[in-house]
């Protein structure tokens, strides 16, 4: 499995962005994904996790509220809707397999950069 990440930015707080995570191969529709993130000098953290269906998420309390996650099998596909972004979401955002999945495949990952 590949995956690319894309849609970061630069924004100002308060505003929005929507990254999205292109995966070839057959195994993206049959796991569970996350999304994660890491700001400078910390370490990678998760944001977010879907089910393989998309039925159920889950978020970091940091998040939660301001965040969706969601999916679109047929076009192997996951998205991160970001809303009221504040400065301490800037980071490098990563889409992979969610966590104790049995493979891993971390991209190039997207900058998101939130201004004061």
């Known amino acids: 499995v590949q995956l690319v990440e894309s849609g970061g930015g630069l924004v100002q707080a308060g505003g929005s962005l929507r990254l999205s995570c292109a995966a070839s191969g057959s195994t993206f529709s049959a796991n569970a994904m996350g999304w994660y993130r890491q700001a400078p000098g910390k370490q990678r953290e998760l944001v977010a996790t879907?089910?393989?269906?998309?039925?159920?998420?889950n978020y970091a309390d940091s998040v939660k509220g301001r965040f969706t996650i969601s999916r679109d099998n047929a076009k192997n596909t996951m998205y991160l809707q970001m809303n009221s972004l504040k400065p301490e979401d800037t980071a490098v955002y990563y889409c992979n397999a969610a966590p104790g999945s049995d493979w891993n495949a971390w991209g190039q990952g997207t900058q998101v950069t939130v201004s004061s």
């Open positions: 879907i089910t393989s269906d998309g039925g159920s998420t």
